[in-house]
């Protein structure tokens, strides 16, 4: 009988010290995950002063639209944000420096420069990364929080006062198509 109780404690805390170790890797992939997007951003983050003076030689009257992006990118700088402050900062930059990419239609010799052409190139290929590092971040998240509100493993993420986290979303204004008629007749 002492024998059938000792396999039963056995089993119980190897299916425990399982279900512990998953939470941890899928917590720790959830933090990975946003550390991608983390270095995705600083990518851009760093194209940003280029882009900025290319376009400055060119455009005397996008002045305003060119600071604000400096503006933001100096707030980035600070380091001292936290995950959901850097994603609204991340929204914020991305549509200034779209709006900006937009009005560049206007100004010819820009759209010909060949270093500014490889700046947009680059912010291109930089979006489409954070995009796709943001559909894994959100992957990620999910395996996390089914985890943690599926049973059994509610029932340690209970001990271990886990929380779900939010996965990325659009907002309304993300959502909407862009109509660069109004945004040239601005």
Known sequence: ???IILIVVV??????????????AKRNQ????????????????DLIPN?????????????????KITALRSKVETGQ???QEKIELDKQIGT??????????????????????????????????????????????????NGIMMFPGSIFAGMLNYQPFPVLENTVEERKNINAKDLFNN
């Open 96 to 145: 200034a420096v779209n709006g900006m990419m937009l009005t560049v239609e206007n100004y010819p010799d820009l759209k010909a420069n060949q270093n500014f052409l490889n700046l947009q190139s680059t912010w291109t290929e930089s979006e489409e990364q954070i995009a796709a590092a943001r559909r894994n971040y959100n992957a990620s998240v999910t395996v996390y929080n």
């Open 11 to 24: 089993l119980i805390a190897i299916i425990g010290i399982s279900f512990y170790n998953s939470l941890i």
């Open 51 to 67: 882009l900025v003076e290319t376009v400055k030689q060119y455009t005397k009257y996008e002045e305003g639209t060119l600071t």
């Open 81 to 83: 944000l936290s995950n």
């Open 30 to 45: 959830v933090s990975n995950a946003f550390s991608s997007i983390d270095v995705m951003l600083k990518k851009r983050y």
């Open 1 to 3: 009988m002492l024998i």
